[in-house]
Nanobody, 126 residues
Framework: QVQLIESGGGLVQAGGSLRLSCAPSGRTSGTHAMGWFRQAPGKEREFVAAVNWSGGTTAYADSVKGRFAISKDNGKTTTFLQMNSLKPEDTAVYYC???????????????????WGQGTQVTVSS
């Protein structure tokens, strides 16, 4: 079992930046693809960004492409989400997820991930 802990959320004005971090609470074994999702009040959890186990391949939702950047410590179950040019519609609880892998695949769907963090609130004021 992998327990993930997110940090870095907060309140920021539109146009500002935040950097989210996600790390396991203890030691992990094996390799993991990782991803970030978000959930706004009254909405379903949606994909934001994903990275494969090495950090060499990434994917983004169209709504954040060009503004957000996901990265990963190679060989570690640790990921970061740099969020720039934030908009009020980016306001949500952001969740980190991890999935054990034996390949270089990455995943963009909620059901493809086995491990989740508790989430960190990001609020963007207009």
């Amino acid at each position: 079992q992998v327990q993930l802990i997110e940090s870095g959320g907060g309140l920021v004005q539109a146009g500002g930046s935040l950097r989210l971090s996600c790390a396991p609470s203890g030691r992990t074994s094996g390799t993991h693809a990782m991803g970030w999702f978000r959930q706004a009040p009254g909405k379903e959890r949606e994909f934001v960004a994903a990275v494969n186990w090495s950090g060499g391949t990434t994917a983004y939702a169209d709504s954040v492409k060009g503004r957000f950047a996901i990265s990963k410590d190679n060989g570690k179950t640790t990921t970061f989400l740099q969020m720039n040019s934030l908009k009020p519609e980016d306001t949500a609880v952001y969740y980190c997820a991890a999935q054990p892998v034996l390949s270089s695949n990455l995943y963009t769907k909620v059901h493809e991930y086995s491990y989740w963090g508790q989430g960190t609130q990001v609020t963007v004021s207009s």
